[in-house]
Nanobody
Framework: QVQLVESGGGSVQAGGSLRLSCAAS????????MGWFRQVLGKESEFVAS????????YEADSVKGRFTISRDNDKNMVYLQMNSLKPEDTAVYYC????????????????RGQGTQVTVYS
């Protein structure tokens, strides 16, 4: 049973920073791609960032490139999303997701996600 638990969301003024964390269990972490999605109520989820199980491959959406950084600690089964220079349009529920294989660039490659953590950016 894959379990993903996010933490670190909150409210922050535009230009500020937040760091999201995700604790993973139930799958061999070092061979599992991990990603972050975000979703605004009523809209399709956006694939924000991902990292391969071995940390060699990285994806960041154009909307967050240069501001958000995904990282992982395979010894602790943790994945992080450092979010800097936050904008009001970054407001969403952020979900951590586990891939079916060691690397996945498409949304469909992620078959489990956590309960989500709310990020609100106010101007």
């Amino acid at each position: 049973q894959v379990q993903l638990v996010e933490s670190g969301g909150g409210s922050v003024q535009a230009g500020g920073s937040l760091r999201l964390s995700c604790a993973a269990s139930g799958r061999t972490f070092s061979t599992t791609a991990m990603g972050w999605f975000r979703q605004v109520l009523g809209k399709e989820s956006e694939f924000v960032a991902s990292m391969s199980g071995n940390g060699r491959y990285l994806y960041e959406a154009d909307s967050v490139k240069g501001r958000f950084t995904i990282s992982r600690d395979n010894d602790k089964n943790m994945v992080y999303l450092q979010m800097n220079s936050l904008k009001p349009e970054d407001t969403a529920v952020y979900y951590c997701a586990a891939g079916q294989t060691g690397w996945a660039l498409q949304k469909g490659g992620y078959d489990h996600r956590g309960q989500g953590t709310q990020v609100t950016v106010y101007s």
